[in-house]
């Protein structure tokens, strides 16, 4: 069975940091390129960042662009996201994807 588990998620201030991580299982982890989205309340998904399977091609959104940060570890099943400089903006639920199969998202809250 196909599962993807986001965990890190939290409450932070402006300009803080995260580090969101996404377990695998039931599927070929290292073949596939993987993505980060996330929506915020009222808000549309947003794409974010993908990671193809090497490692070697990160690609972002220009809203995350400079301050977010994907890698994964193919040997543990495992994409993270490392995010910087938070801003109120970036609260919303995180999400990894697989194709078009997400987990249950991991809540970050930015506020002061």
């Known amino acids: 069975q196909v599962q993807l588990v986001e965990s890190g998620g939290g409450l932070v201030q402006p300009g803080a940091s995260l580090r969101l991580s996404c377990a695998a299982s039931g599927f070929t982890f290292s073949v596939y390129t993987m993505n980060w989205v996330r929506q915020a309340p009222g808000k549309e998904l947003e794409w974010i960042s993908s990671?193809?399977?090497?490692?070697?091609?990160?690609k972002y959104a220009d809203s995350v662009k400079g301050r977010f940060t994907i890698s994964r570890d193919n040997a543990k099943f495992t994409v993270y996201l490392q995010m910087r400089n938070l801003k109120p903006e970036d609260t919303a639920v995180y999400y990894c994807?697989?194709?078009?199969?997400r987990g249950p998202g991991t809540q970050v809250t930015v506020s002061s």
């Open positions: 990671l193809n399977s090497g490692g070697t091609d990160p």
């Open positions: 994807m697989k194709g078009k199969l």
